[in-house]
């Protein structure tokens, strides 16, 4: 069964840093555009990163912009989501997916509904 791995959440301060890493079960990840979206419970899923299968073209949300940072290490099969200067609104289950189609750019929306396997999310909590 296809699907992906996150890994990386955790309790962190205000002001603090994480990386989330993102690794895939039963394929390759380097013919496919990345999306890290997060969720809080009662409210929609927010796409809030995307990375273009060779890396080369990124994608992210107003609202983590100049804060978190992603990248693809395809020789190691991996995705990963800097993310600094954390805030207690980016409180969140945190997921990585891998678009529908092989060789999709990002678009400027990432939405949902343009990817298919997902991980189960890392949950990430910032609060002192």
């Known amino acids: 069964q296809l699907g992906l791995v996150e890994s990386g959440g955790g309790l962190v301060q205000p002001g603090g840093s994480l990386r989330l890493s993102c690794a895939p079960s039963?394929?390759?990840?380097?013919?496919?555009?990345i999306g890290w979206f997060r969720q809080v419970p009662g409210k929609e899923r927010e796409g809030i990163s995307c990375v273009s299968p060779s890396g080369g073209s990124t994608t992210y949300a107003d609202s983590v912009k100049g804060r978190f940072t992603i990248s693809r290490d395809n020789a190691k099969n991996t995705v990963y989501l800097q993310m600094n200067s954390l805030k207690p609104e980016d409180t969140a289950n945190y997921f990585c997916a891998a678009d529908d189609l092989v060789g999709r750019l990002c678009t400027d929306q990432i939405s949902a509904a343009d990817f298919g396997a997902w991980g189960q999310g890392t949950q990430v909590t910032v609060s002192s």
């Open positions: 039963g394929f390759t990840l380097e013919y496919y555009a």
